[in-house]
């Protein structure tokens, strides 16, 4: 609350961004909730998989959209770093005709992987790994969802196992998930996670460090 990213939306002004931070600290569902609080069109693709092609055809939804529906249109690139020079440059003339809003995701310094023309038309906004608290919040939204496998399987878990968890994730939601779905299968019939289910999936876990990052 009171940040500049929560601002803008609760504004709701839509604009080009780049997120920048750690492998599941909420780039992709932070998008999605610009998205969708501000009423827009979601497209997503993933630099890794994607081309100028497929750029092309997200351009072209994006002005079906908006004449059909007077509806805007949020692209939303995923490791935009991928995209090479001439990939990045194709977004720019969209965005600045209002085709579309550009919002792409990144875990790599944008000063060194994008393309000055891109970074000056979208605001960078830096992303923290989740703190361990907030991870717990997140497993116990798991375990209580029942439309999800884990609510279905009745899995109780206390707060010592979940922070162990979430410690192991090391900032990272989804591999939080992950953990939480490997201990999950480890249970017995009495469907409570122990210190001992917990000591085993941590088995071999580590902490990220980037020899390339900061």
Request: neutral net charge; hydrophobic residues 45%.
């Amino acid at each position: 609350p009171g940040k500049p990213l929560r601002r803008v939306v609760e504004a709701g002004v839509l604009h080009s961004m780049i997120l920048w931070g750690p492998p599941g600290s909420g780039k992709t569902t932070l998008a999605r909730i610009v998205a969708g609080h501000l009423g827009a069109h979601f497209l997503s693709l993933s630099a890794v998989f994607s081309g100028v092609k497929e750029i092309r055809a997200a351009v072209d939804e994006a002005r079906r959209v908006r004449t059909g529906q007077g509806q805007a249109t949020v692209l939303f690139v995923d490791e935009v770093h991928r995209f090479n020079k001439a990939q990045q440059d194709g977004f720019l003339p969209y965005v600045e005709d209002g085709t579309l809003t550009f919002i792409g995701a990144t875990t790599e310094n944008p000063a060194f992987a994008l393309n000055n023309a891109l970074l000056s038309r979208a605001r960078v906004y830096v992303l923290k790994p989740l703190a361990d608290q907030d991870l717990v919040a997140i497993l116990r939204r798991a375990l209580a969802d029942p439309e999800r496998g884990l609510g279905s399987r009745q899995l109780t878990a206390g707060d010592a196992e979940l922070l162990g968890l979430a410690r192991g994730a090391d900032g990272d939601a989804r591999r939080a998930l992950n953990l939480l779905e490997v201990a999950a299968g480890l249970v017995g019939d009495d469907h409570s996670l122990t210190p001992d289910i917990v000591a085993t999936v941590l088995t071999g876990s580590y902490r990220r460090f980037d020899r390339q990052g900061d």
